[in-house]
């Protein structure tokens, strides 16, 4: 309980969107390794193919990392992979694939996808992904596990 009295107030405060004044340059893979750190993943595994800088409000986009490997580790990945796409980056991850659930319900707020603990983390990672101007969504040709997809994000190569 406690825990979700945590996600919404931090769902009150990161709800707004980001201004000028909060974002810096920063790099996605550093960022993506400190999520990991603090995400409870438990055995799991994190790769990064490769690294970018992207501007950000940093504390926000780590949590959008942490909700994702969270949601990653309920839904039984144990391998976890983030990668720079043409219009932002991926969260890849090799737990139970999305089969013919609407990839929309993932994102409700109130669907338990996969489980009630895990239930406010991807609805949470849309919001955080929204106050920065970039989309979400789930890749459904990808069935290996699930691919998230952050878009409209501005990278810049090292």
Known sequence: MADIVDDLAKLARYGQSVEDSQTETVDLGTIAKAAWA????DNGSLSIESSVEVTADPERLERLFINAFTFGAHNGA????VTVTDTGFAITDDGAPTGNTDPASYFEYGSAIPDAEAGLTLPNLRMLAETHGWETTLDTSYQDGIRIVISGVGTRKQ
Do not use: H, K, M, Y
């Open 78 to 81: 144990t391998e976890t992979t």
């Open 38 to 41: 603090t995400a409870d993943v």
